[in-house]
Structures are given as C-alpha cells and as structure tokens.
C-alpha cells in the first residue's frame, strides 16, 4: 500500500512514520519547505520521545520520503492543522487546501481519511460535496473516512499502536476501507461507525477532559475562599472508586482541549452552557495566578521568573500556553517578567538572568527539569519563593516559601476552618 500523509505536524509525522516502520511505502507532503528540507537532512523538527530514532530508521530504509510536492498513492491521510476563527468556529482553510491538492490525483479504488479534529457534519458537509463536485461517488470511486487522532503529546509512538481507533465512514464500505488501512500497525480496537460520530466522539473526549478540569480549578478558587486545601480534597475524593477529579493548573493549554470544545458551541451555541462554563472557568486560571502573586506578595513583587512557557510538562508546544498568559497578566500589572524554558529554543534563556533578584517563581509547566532547582539560582532571587501550580517540586526547604494551589488560602483573608 502506498500511504500519503499530508501534513508533517505533531499527528502527521509520526503517523507516517509509523506507517513506514510497519512495511509500507510513505511520502510525507508538507507545503512548508523548511520542514521538509530539514526532515530530508535527517533531523524531526518537533519534540516526541522516540520520534527521532524512529524517523531515522524509516528515512535510511527509504520507506518514508519527505516531499514537497505530492504524488499519486492508494491512500491520502490528512493531517493539517484546524485553528478556530475568531468567533471560535472551526476553521477548515487547511483541510479544503489539502483536498484541493489530492483531487487531481485521486482514481478509483483510492481512500481519502482525515484525522485532522473537526467541527461536527465536516467530514460529509465539507469534504463530501468537493469530491462528489470533481466526479467522484464516495464508497462506489473512492472511500472517505474521519479517524480523529487521539494520541496525547508525550507518549504519541505507543499510543499511536496501542489505542483504540474510531473510524468513521461515510458509507460503511469507507468505513471498512479505514480499517484495512490501519490495521497495518495498531493494535488496538478498531471501532467502525459513521463520520459524524466520530467527528464528535473525539471533540467530547477532549470536552470531557476540559470540563473535568474545570471542575478541579473551581474547587482551588472555592477552598482558597473557605481555607480548605483543594489538593488534599482531590486526594480524598479520588479514593472513592467511581470518582476522578482532574487535576488543577494555571490553565489549559495545547491546541485540543483548549480549542476542541468551541468547535461543539459555536456548533450548538444554545444547548452547551456547561461546556461553555468549563471554557470560562479554564481560561480565567492564568488571571487567577496573577492575582494570586499579588495576593501573596502583598502587591510588593517587582520581578517574577515564569518557569516554563510549553503548555504541559516536556513537549516544546507553547500553542494556547497558560504560562504566557500569566505573564501577560502579570506584566499588565507592572511586573517584570521572565520566562525560562529549557525545552522552548526561544525561552531557553540564561537561566541566572531570570532568577537574579526575583521575588517570585512559578512553576507553570511540569518539567521533570523543575522538580529540583540548582541552590545558587534560588539564593539569586530577591525572595526565595516558588508558586508552584504544578505541585510538582521536590526541594522543599526551611528557608524557602513553597506555595501550591492547595496553600493559597494562607495568604487571603478566606474563611479561615483550617490551615
Ligand atoms: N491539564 C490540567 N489538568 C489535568 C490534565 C491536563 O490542567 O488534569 C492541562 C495540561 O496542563 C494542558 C492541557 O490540560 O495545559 C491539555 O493537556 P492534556 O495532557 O490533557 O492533553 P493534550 O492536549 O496534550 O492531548 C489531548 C488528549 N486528549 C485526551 O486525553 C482526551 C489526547 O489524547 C488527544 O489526542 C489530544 O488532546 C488531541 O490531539 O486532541
């Protein structure tokens, strides 16, 4: 089978990738040149664990072959990135792009699939009429399928094999033709259904996520205000056997969850308050941070090193960061800002400049590096104090503060039960 990907992102190399490591033939396209040009000369442009090894092994088998320009194949996968618009609807320029691109070269027999994460009825209301348009009778010509990616950022080489995939055709002979093809490497369930099942599957997984979530933030902002450690209640609560609250942050970033949702409520904006709710909740965390370094600082901090800038913990993404919203807020209230990242090239700063007379740290991103900090950076700052909203440092000590989400109660004027 002939495989081509289109889109070379976070989901679309490593797709290919994979493809490529299990025997079949793969030309990845991309329309950035750079990327290719770079993914010809050997080297990944994003951060994945074992991406790398994995993509020199396909690329030195000849098995995968980046390229600028797209070929022929018996299947088109495509993988493009789905910003949402201003008023967050989702925004298919990429995808119609991609389509318009794989037209002239589709004949009978070929399967077109997109795993780009898409508002509901796109697959059949976007796609299906540009091909029925070019001549072609979707499940009799050519077969149209949306299997959503659902890997997570971090451990995307075991999920790609190991999780269930939905697969969603338009007719139940595209449908078997999704299967057919990733049968090739994964070994999880292969789960047949129609295409907007399947769009809005994958959206409520992540909007289940992000409410979820919502709830675990709320929690902080309501035991700040009753003097009760939300942490320690998680703690408590999770034990139950049916009961699992996220955990709390400074926000939620990444381009799912904090995108996927609008996709379902600018869809249905009348029958979703609560995922709307969820939305408000999540995006007010980063001010909440703020406000809190005001809070515990007394209004008094001058300068405050942000620890982390990617939106979770080892991946280099920053896309919808709530670390770089903090700093916005922060810096909105006259604070100078440093933000260190040691896997973000464009924060990979000195990380001595940063701390140097700070009077505060964030932890906002959970990167193994800030589980511990190096002394000499800690006695640099003006006040040794760590915000960690992570609740992930290990060097906990006498002489410095360490404040949590659950702690944050000690420093208001809150309803004071118990410390
Ligand atoms: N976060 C919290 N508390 C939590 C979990 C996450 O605040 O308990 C925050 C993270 O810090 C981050 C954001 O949420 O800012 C998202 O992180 P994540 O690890 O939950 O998810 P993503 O965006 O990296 O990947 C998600 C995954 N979806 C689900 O787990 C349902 C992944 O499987 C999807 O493939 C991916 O979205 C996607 O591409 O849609």
Redesign the pocket.
């Known amino acids: 089978m002939k495989i081509a990907t289109i889109g070379l992102g976070y989901?679309g190399l490593p797709t290919a990738v994979m493809f490529a490591k299990h025997g079949q033939e793969v030309i990845g396209f991309d329309t950035n040149k750079e990327v290719i040009a770079r993914l010809q000369s050997g080297f990944i442009h994003i951060e994945e664990p074992g991406l790398q090894e994995a993509f020199q092994g396909v690329l030195a088998s000849g098995l995968l072959r980046p390229v600028s320009q797209l070929e022929p194949a018996d299947t088109f996968i495509i993988a493009v990135p789905t910003p949402h618009t201003e008023d967050h609807s989702c925004d298919t320029r990429y995808i119609r792009q991609a389509v318009k691109d794989v037209i002239p070269l589709l004949i009978t027999g070929n399967t077109i699939i997109l795993e780009s994460?898409v508002a509901p009825k796109t697959t059949t209301g976007v796609i299906q009429p540009m091909l029925e348009e070019a001549g072609f009778t979707i499940g009799v010509d050519v077969h149209l399928v949306h299997c959503p990616?659902?890997?997570?950022?971090g451990q995307i080489m075991a999920e790609l094999v190991r999780n269930n995939r939905i697969i969603g055709g338009v007719t139940p002979a595209c449908a078997s033709a999704g299967e057919a093809v990733y049968q090739t490497f994964v070994e999880g369930e292969m789960l047949l259904t129609d295409a907007s099942t399947a769009e809005l599957s994958?959206l409520m997984?992540?909007t289940?996520?992000d409410t979820n979530?919502a709830l675990?933030n709320e929690l902080v902002k309501l035991s700040t205000e009753l003097g009760i450690n939300a942490l320690k209640v998680i703690e408590m609560a999770n034990k139950h056997p049916r009961v699992n609250i996220?955990?709390?942050?400074p926000?939620?970033?990444?381009?799912?969850?904090?995108v996927?949702p609008y996709f379902i409520t600018t869809a249905a904006p009348e029958q979703t308050p609560l995922i709307q709710t969820a939305r408000k909740i999540n995006s007010s965390m980063p001010e909440y941070i703020a406000e809190s370094v005001e809070t515990i600082t007394n209004k008094a901090a001058k300068k405050v090193v942000i620890l982390g800038a990617a939106?979770?913990g080892n991946v280099d993404d920053i896309r919808e960061s709530?670390a770089l919203k903090i700093a916005e807020h922060l810096q909105q209230r006259g604070i100078e800002v440093h933000v260190y990242d040691p896997h973000v090239a464009y924060y990979n700063m000195n990380p001595e400049t940063a701390f140097a007379n700070a009077d505060m740290a964030i932890i906002a991103t959970e990167h193994d590096e800030f589980k511990h900090l190096p002394m000499s950076l800690l006695t640099s700052m003006a006040t040794m104090q760590i915000f960690d909203t992570k609740n992930i440092f290990e060097g906990v000590h006498e002489e410095l503060t360490y404040i949590t989400l659950g702690t944050l109660h000690r420093y208001t004027n809150c309803q004071q039960f118990q410390s």
């Not at 996220?246 to 942050?249: A, I, L, R, S």
């Not at 939620?252 to 904090?258: E, K, N, Q, Y």
């Open positions: 989901i994460t990616e659902r890997v997570l950022p994958k997984e992540n289940f996520r979530i675990a996220h955990t709390p942050g926000g939620v970033g990444g381009h799912c969850l904090a996927d939106y979770k709530p």
